[in-house]
């Protein structure tokens, strides 16, 4: 049985509880959607699952979009489908409903991922695509040295990329999505080269990881990153990025076709 909160989220994160601002910082990326839409191919008709406020849904597509979190119902734009209140493990569709299916930064967040993917299975003729991030690489962005805690939240959150592959069956592939430097959605790497952004605190809620870490993580990492900003510590070690256009960290899409 799937736990859900009275916002009904459902998985580890209440969306409840984090902010009427999500959406302002996690505005879809245009060059990220080109990616989307390459690994969607001429579908038609498509599934998002985890929807939330409806980010990377095409006009190109007829979507159908499922979000069990009321919260984030309520932040989609007046333009888009109306969310379906209802969860990855349990969807209310019949077998191969839809040419395609996507879901786009959720499936660290469902209860249960393998049911949530052979029920995307499931309901899907064609490719099913997964926008996550590669677990094993997490660790390795800057953040790491100022707040481990949270990459390490993110690391054990993040499905194993091979149990994602399982679950859909099929035939699979891998692609790293590259971050542009001036990236609209405000995930932790999407900051890889403007550090002073992860000390807005609104910018942080945004990231569903920093949810699970004390004031205590999020002083310390404040002060630290302050501190080295200051000396320039950080530009020392990190300013390359300031300039860099592309950055490939652990941004990936899983895409299974039957």
């Known amino acids: 049985m799937t736990t859900r909160t009275t916002d009904g989220s459902a998985g580890g994160v209440d969306h409840g509880t984090l902010g009427a601002d999500h959406a302002s910082y996690r505005r879809p990326d245009e060059r990220i959607a080109r990616f989307i839409a390459e690994a969607l191919g001429d579908s038609r008709t498509v599934l998002n699952v985890g929807a939330g406020a409806?980010?990377?849904?095409?006009?190109?597509?007829?979507?159908?979009?499922v979000e069990p979190s009321e919260s984030m119902r309520a932040q989609r734009h007046a333009r888009l489908t109306r969310?379906?209140?209802a969860v990855a493990e349990h969807l209310p569709f019949s077998d191969g409903e839809f040419d395609a299916?996507?879901?786009?930064?959720?499936?660290?967040?469902?209860?249960?991922?393998?049911?949530?993917?052979?029920e995307m299975r499931r309901v899907t003729r064609g490719p099913v695509v997964v926008l996550t991030c590669d677990p094993t690489l997490v660790r390795d962005?800057?953040?790491?040295r100022y707040a481990p805690e949270v990459l390490d939240t993110e690391s054990r959150r993040y499905p194993p990329l091979a149990e994602l592959t399982a679950?859909?069956?099929?035939?699979?592939?891998?692609?790293t999505v590259p971050i542009p430097l001036d990236c609209t959605d405000g995930f932790n790497e999407a900051y890889y080269g403007r550090p002073e952004m992860l000390l807005d605190p609104a910018a942080r809620q945004a990231c569903s990881a920093w949810s699970f870490v004390d004031d205590r993580v999020r002083e310390h990492f404040d002060g630290s990153l302050r501190h080295d900003l200051d000396s320039g510590a950080w530009d020392a070690e990190f300013g390359h990025l300031r300039g860099q256009p592309t950055y490939d960290g652990s941004l990936v899409i899983v895409r299974a076709t039957p």
């Open 54 to 65: 409806g980010s990377y849904e095409s006009a190109g597509h007829t979507v159908t979009a």
């Open 83 to 85: 969310a379906i209140d």
């Open 101 to 118: 299916a996507m879901t786009l930064f959720s499936v660290h967040q469902w209860s249960d991922v393998r049911s949530g993917l052979r």
């Open 141 to 144: 962005f800057w953040l790491y």
């Open 167 to 175: 679950a859909l069956g099929g035939t699979g592939t891998v692609q």
